[in-house]
């Protein structure tokens, strides 16, 4: 079965960019989905299709996917950008998240 | 604006049945691909399946399979899991989700989620 592989924690100093990594074999060749989830609250999408935004998403959230890695940017950390995130792919007929990402904004 | 709201969820013995249900709101429901996440008390994400706009696909993770059936019924707006031999480790928050196209697709509407707990 296919698997991403996640840090479980990144942390960032208010202001800086955070990166946050999903690895997987070959994941470039799919569609890479994320999600952020605040304690108590159902996740959210804030990028779909490797580097795309849904509206209403801040542009400081940037996504890039390449080879075995795929990436979540978020520059200009805020404290509100404290949440777990998760990447997400299709692999055949079986939808896959990654264990998910702690964000801590220092 | 879109909604999705998910019922059903309670507490259960081991071995135990429950149905939830998911009722969405102000989108084309028959439009879109459905899916029920799951997230255990501390755990990440975890997909549990999905279903193609007319039910003629359905898809399920390999720990429930077997044992969940997942069904929606268009003309109701509505999506269901019927969840059977039900297990302490299937205790757990449950989300809809709407896939916006299927096959690669995101999820871009959730649910707030309903919990089930599965304990003697």
């Known amino acids: 079965s296919y698997e991403l592989t996640q840090p479980l924690s990144v942390s960032v100093a208010l202001g800086q960019t955070a990166s946050i990594t999903c690895g997987g074999n070959?994941?470039?060749?799919?569609?890479v989905h994320w999600y952020q989830q605040k304690p108590g609250q159902a996740p959210t999408l804030v990028i779909y299709?490797?580097?795309n935004r849904p509206s209403g998403i801040p542009e400081r959230f940037s996504g890039s996917n390449s080879g075995n890695t795929a990436t979540l940017t978020i520059s200009r950390a805020q404290a509100g950008d404290e949440a777990d995130y998760y990447c997400?792919?299709?692999?055949?007929?079986?939808?896959?998240f990654g264990g998910g990402t702690t964000l801590t904004v220092l | 604006e879109v909604q999705l709201v998910e019922s059903g969820g309670g507490s259960v013995q081991p071995g135990g049945s429950l149905r939830l249900s998911c009722a969405a709101s102000?989108?084309?429901?028959?439009?879109?691909?459905m899916s029920w996440v799951r997230q255990a008390p501390g755990k990440g994400l975890e997909w549990v399946a999905n279903?193609?706009?007319?039910?003629?696909?359905?898809y399920y993770v390999e720990s429930v399979k077997g044992r969940f059936t997942i069904s929606r019924d268009n003309a109701k707006n509505s999506l269901h899991l019927q969840m059977n031999s039900l297990r302490a480790e299937d205790t757990a928050v449950y989300y809809c989700?709407?896939?916006?196209?299927?096959?690669?697709?995101?999820?871009?509407?959730w649910g707030k989620g309903t919990t089930v707990t599965v304990s003697s």
């Open positions: 070959n994941i470039g060749r799919k569609d």
């Open positions: 989700a709407r896939e916006d196209s299927g096959y690669g697709s995101e999820m871009d509407v």
């Open positions: 102000r989108f084309s429901f028959s439009s879109y691909w």
């Open positions: 997400q792919v299709w692999d055949s007929t079986t939808v896959v």
């Open positions: 279903i193609r706009q007319d039910g003629s696909e359905k």
């Open positions: 299709r490797d580097g």
